[in-house]
């Protein structure tokens, strides 16, 4: 999840659509034939699910995944492969172009006054170098996102430090409110920004050395003066020696920028046996943050759709509509890869009947989030009994995570999309943070997201039944304003989430 939440201006009001489709006539029950190919895919997954492996290969042989890099190809590559491996057809990739970012090397950085202190440090997404042999001089605290609330600072910013926390922010809107942030330091003249303890405890509330990283800009692009994030504990100690007296720091790292990098979004099918043209999406994204090594966000979510497809394949009976499975880049950045993918496929968007996306770690699988859809509530009422007895039948209507993943290039769309809902008690733990490795992923509740995708999404597949009809542009407006998120709807509109 890269958990964008939002601020941002008005725009103008949108017409209601004329061409509102009308309601799918829905069988809350699966056929016999589905029914016998769900049961037998329960025991392949149990039997010979090879998900768990699949997360340990990109967790532990390929390593981080950062958009663009080295082992961000590696794994398509591998992705790409194993999807051959598998059978599937149309095994292909698709491009689109992202401004890459990645540390060169570790980050260095101390407190130097009132005395000397290590920070536990990591570069900032985005961030430029520091200059050779890093910079040094008085951290200064930012009371406020806006131009009025910084304004009355702007002098002592000039030539120093800022300091962004969560005294910093209103709320926990975090990615947009460093997105608005962020360029008013550069305007007023910083020397550079140290971020960290952003978020509300006990969310953000973990030891030093655990980061948090975010996309700091809507559209992937790089922030103009060097930034780097620190421990939690860190930023508490600097803001009460601040109350003291002059807190000085140092840090110094070497980050590298490549522009127009081609970034490979993985692709495969299981060909409709009647519908072909009719599209069901199972997704999750390839790429991840550089701290761990991205075993739960999103090494997971990939797993599970690897395995998903190797459970469907391993049927030799394809569902009625095609299943395509789609391995995004540049979600941390933003969504980028799911939106150039969903502006892309824009003429064939009214074929998908449903997306499934898993970007929600290794926590106990609940069910899905059908993001304000009480259709979808409805249409899901037929694949509960198949998984009322791992507990996976808990279908939740929440619009929190509204445009927390990939699911939310395709909702602004208007198309049925959902979002595999887990239990989030112990991921905010490892979310983004040096901790999301390996041993952290629980290979039961690994193979519990198999199960409940695989049978969500053979049921939706097979069914004679279309999942749910799509909205409008009108309809997809309202759906937002109806729950309170207006601001999301301005963000998605601006960042091409909505077209
Ligand atoms: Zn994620």
């Not at 990098?261 to 046996?273: A, K, L, M, R, T």
């Not at 519908?275 to 997704?283: A, C, F, H, T, W």
């Not at 069910?367 to 998984?387: C, H, I, K």
């Amino acid at each position: 999840m890269n958990l964008a939440r939002l601020i941002v201006a008005i725009i103008a009001v949108l017409p209601p659509s004329l061409n509102a489709q009308q309601p799918a006539h829905h069988s809350k029950q699966v056929s016999t034939q589905t029914s016998e190919s769900m049961q037998k895919m329960v025991g392949d997954i149990f039997v010979n699910g090879q998900a768990y492996e699949y997360d340990r290969h990109l967790a532990d042989e390929i390593g981080p995944r950062l958009t663009g890099s080295a082992n961000y190809m590696k794994a398509a590559q591998w992705a790409q492969r194993k999807m051959q491996a598998l059978g599937l057809a149309n095994v292909h990739t698709e491009i689109f172009s992202i401004s890459a970012w990645e540390p060169d090397g570790p980050a260095i950085g101390s407190i130097t006054m009132p005395f000397g202190h290590e920070l536990h440090i990591y570069s900032f997404p985005g961030s430029p170098s520091t200059p050779k042999g890093g910079i040094s001089t008085k951290v200064v605290h930012v009371p406020g996102i806006t131009r009025a609330e910084i304004e009355p600072v702007q002098d002592s910013l000039r030539g120093n430090f800022a300091l962004v926390d969560r005294q910093s922010l209103p709320a926990n809107l975090v990615d947009v409110d460093l997105m608005q942030v962020m360029p008013l330091l550069e305007e007023f003249g910083v020397k550079g920004i140290l971020v960290g303890d952003l978020l509300p405890a006990p969310i953000g509330h973990y030891e030093n050395g655990i980061e948090d990283p975010f996309t700091s800009t809507p559209d992937g692009s790089m922030l103009k003066v060097p930034t780097a994030q620190i421990g939690s504990e860190d930023v508490q100690l600097i803001h009460r020696l601040m109350e003291q007296g002059d807190v000085t720091v140092t840090f110094n790292f070497k980050t590298k920028i490549r522009q127009s990098v081609d970034v490979p979004q993985v692709v495969g099918e299981i060909p409709g046996s009647q519908y072909p043209d009719q599209i069901v999406l199972v997704g999750a994204h390839l790429d991840s943050w550089h701290p761990g090594t991205g075993a739960q966000d999103n090494g997971t979510g990939v797993a599970t759709v690897l395995d998903v497809a190797r459970a469907i394949e391993a049927q030799q009976r394809a569902p009625r509509r095609t299943v395509r499975f789609v391995l995004f880049g540049g979600e941390e950045q933003g969504t980028l890869g799911s939106i150039s993918y969903a502006q892309h496929h824009r003429d064939e968007l009214d074929k998908f009947d449903a997306v499934l996306i898993s970007d929600t770690g290794s926590g106990p699988v609940l069910g899905w989030s059908t993001m304000g859809r009480n259709d979808e509530q409805d249409s899901l009422q037929a694949v509960e009994p198949f998984l009322h007895n791992i507990g996976s039948d808990r279908m939740d209507n929440s619009t929190d995570e509204l445009i927390g993943s990939d699911h939310a290039s395709f909702v602004g769309s208007g198309v049925p999309a959902l979002l595999l809902s887990t239990d989030l008690t112990n991921y905010w733990s490892i979310h983004h943070k040096a901790s999301d490795t390996f041993e952290s992923v629980s290979r039961q509740n690994l193979m519990q997201a198999v199960v409940t995708t695989a049978l969500t999404a053979y049921a939706i597949a097979d069914s004679e039944d279309s999942f749910a009809r799509h909205f409008s542009p009108y309809e997809v407006r309202q759906m937002f304003q109806e729950n309170g998120h207006e601001a999301y709807y301005l963000f998605a509109k601006k960042v091409g989430m909505v077209p």
